[in-house]
């Protein structure tokens, strides 16, 4: 594929939603498939809306480092 893909917030959130098993493995298959070759796309609201979702969100928050 040729081009830019933009993943929206749930791809990432799925990444390390661990109670969502089916969503983390398809999010991590479009992660590995469009990430090695640097064609994601992200915006400044994606990333916000991940921040937002992993720290208060989460049964289990995401450590900074984590998030970082």
Same mark, same amino acid.
Request: glycine share 4%.
């Given at each position: 594929?040729?081009?830019?893909?933009?993943?929206?917030?749930?791809?990432?959130?799925?990444?390390?939603?661990?109670?969502?098993?089916? &969503?983390? +493995?398809? +999010?991590?298959? $479009?992660?590995?498939? @469009?990430? $090695?070759?640097?064609?994601? #796309?992200?915006?400044?609201?994606? $990333?916000? !809306? @991940?921040? +937002?979702? #992993?720290? =208060? &969100? @989460?049964? =289990?928050?995401?450590?900074? !480092?984590?998030?970082?």
């Amino acid at each position: 594929m040729n081009g830019r893909v933009f993943l929206d917030t749930n791809i990432f959130v799925y990444l390390y939603d661990s109670d969502q098993p089916d &969503k983390q +493995a398809r +999010a991590r298959t $479009l992660v590995e498939r @469009f990430g $090695l070759s640097g064609e994601i #796309v992200i915006s400044t609201q994606v $990333l916000q !809306e @991940f921040y +937002a979702t #992993v720290t =208060r &969100k @989460f049964a =289990r928050q995401l450590s900074e !480092e984590q998030i970082l």
